[in-house]
């Protein structure tokens, strides 16, 4: 198993354009979940999902969409980059709701907006 | 809301010496709580996760506990060595049905040959 796995590993954006950051999993996860840290923080949660067709704010959400059309993949999309969302983006997956709430992480990407 | 503090953000212990990490959380009224390792530039692997109705986790040089009622957790750390310098985040979640974790910002950890 390949576990989650996140493209790109880094990217650049300038002031105003869009991204979409890849998310996969192959284990067969129900609940997927988009975080962010900033340098020094702990993560924060931006939008969850607890199955394909499913997703939800967190904490974070604005500036950012999420779309959950399969159990594998949780894309991020991020609309009019802005400086602020300079950070590392995390994509984690697990079962949930009692079969296993062990959250499994991508290694992140890395996203610099100048 | 739910707050999670981590305290000390930083810590150097000398090779071989036992430590404890602390976590306290602000709301009593949690699901589960987990315990992260991170190392730089990399993702979290999760440690131990805990559910509301125990006391305590162990594996391997790893102890958590956990005390719902004063809102703490401690991560104990036997016979440390260099390898387990990293950061160290734990994790509360309330409910099952979403999973959903508040993460405090992390205790980094090294350890001295």
């Known amino acids: 198993n390949a576990g989650v796995t996140q493209t790109p590993k880094f990217r650049i954006l300038k002031i105003g354009q869009s991204m979409t950051l890849q998310c996969a999993q192959d284990?067969?996860?129900?609940?997927m979940y988009w975080y962010r840290q900033d340098p020094g923080m702990g993560l924060k949660l931006i939008y969850y999902?607890?199955?394909?067709?499913?997703?939800d704010k967190g904490e974070v959400p604005n500036g950012y969409n999420v779309s959950r059309s399969t159990t594998e993949d949780f894309p991020l999309r991020l609309e009019l980059a802005a400086p602020s969302q300079t950070s590392v983006y995390f994509c984690?997956?697990?079962?949930?709701?009692?079969?296993?709430?062990?959250?499994?992480f991508g290694p992140g990407t890395r996203l610099l907006v100048l | 809301k739910q707050e999670v503090t981590q305290i000390p953000a930083a810590l150097s212990v000398p090779e071989g010496e036992n430590l404890v990490l602390n976590c306290s959380f602000t709301?009593?009224?949690?699901?589960?709580l987990q315990w992260f390792r991170q190392d730089p530039g990399k993702g979290l692997t999760s440690l131990l996760l805990i559910q509301s109705s125990q006391r305590e986790q162990t594996s391997g040089r790893l102890n958590a506990s956990l005390d719902k009622s004063s809102g703490r957790s401690t991560l104990y750390i036997a016979a440390s060595q260099p390898g387990d310098s990293a950061t160290y985040l734990c994790a509360v979640s309330r409910s099952s049905n979403t999973g959903k974790l508040i993460f405090g910002q992390g205790t980094t950890l090294q350890v001295k040959p």
């Open positions: 999902s607890v199955g394909a067709g499913i997703t």
């Open positions: 709301d009593s009224a949690i699901y589960n």
């Open positions: 284990m067969n996860h129900n609940y």
């Open positions: 984690a997956s697990s079962y949930g709701q009692g079969r296993g709430e062990t959250q499994y």
